[in-house]
């Protein structure tokens, strides 16, 4: 079946750059997400990428997919203490009911 | 404001009893999802739905029941059949699950048994 893997944390310095890390299996997967859950609460959509791209650039935001590996990054520049929260990655598969695979999500702290 | 509401935020249940959890959309929305979320687990499918009257079992609907009566409504039954319930549940809606549209989430009930 279909399985997302993240790091489970990351700490970075306030004003560094984050980058977070996603692998997938699922070669017919069509869209990739980062959600972001803060502390007690729901997940928001942070950005998605279809699958026959390479990069999405958002404000701070970078996403880089590499296919071949099916490698998803998140690169949040000048990093905040308001960045601070679990990050989520998500796959889409291709399927009849297209299903969303969620990662184990990735904590990150920043540093001030 | 349109969004999706759960309730409560905090539950609290005896072991052997039954309880519901609300998940209530005013997002016009068709399909409907509950997760359960574990620390280091990411998010597991409980069970979905499409379509009013009608849904399907997720990864792990065992001990979970679900209905589906109002297109706005899609209340989850934690069972005693479920043999560890404690967890942080969350509710989501997206316009259809057939086209690329983003899920909306709830706050999430956090479940636990005493």
């Known amino acids: 079946g279909e399985d997302v893997e993240q790091s489970l944390f990351l700490s970075v310095r306030e004003g560094d750059s984050s980058v977070i890390n996603c692998t997938y299996t699922d070669s017919s997967s069509t869209y990739l997400y980062w959600y972001k859950q803060e502390p007690g609460a729901g997940l928001q959509l942070l950005t998605y990428i279809f699958s026959n791209m390479d990069m999405k650039q958002d404000q701070r935001l970078t996403v880089l997919l590499n296919k071949k590996d099916k490698h998803l990054s998140l690169r949040i520049a000048d990093t905040q203490t308001g960045d601070s929260a679990i990050y989520f990655c998500?796959?889409?598969?291709?399927?009849?009911?297209?299903?969303?695979?969620f990662g184990t999500g990735t904590k990150l702290q920043v540093i001030p | 404001d349109g969004g999706i509401t759960q309730s409560p935020k905090y539950l609290f249940r005896k072991e052997g009893q039954n309880v519901t959890l609300s998940c209530e959309q005013n997002?016009?929305?068709?399909?409907m999802y509950w997760y359960r979320q574990d620390p280091g687990q990411g998010l597991r499918l409980i069970y979905y739905s499409q379509i009013v009257n009608d849904f399907q079992k997720g990864d792990i609907a065992e001990g979970y029941s679900v209905s589906r009566e109002k297109k706005e409504s899609f209340p989850l039954t934690v069972t005693s059949a479920q043999k560890n319930p404690t967890a942080f549940y969350l509710c989501?809606?997206?316009?259809?699950?057939?086209?690329?549209?983003?899920?909306?989430f709830g706050q999430g009930t956090r479940l636990t048994v005493v």
């Open positions: 989501a809606s997206s316009m259809s699950t057939g086209r690329d549209t983003e899920a909306f």
């Open positions: 998500a796959e889409k598969n291709s399927g009849g009911y297209q299903k969303v695979t």
């Open positions: 997002l016009n929305h068709d399909a």
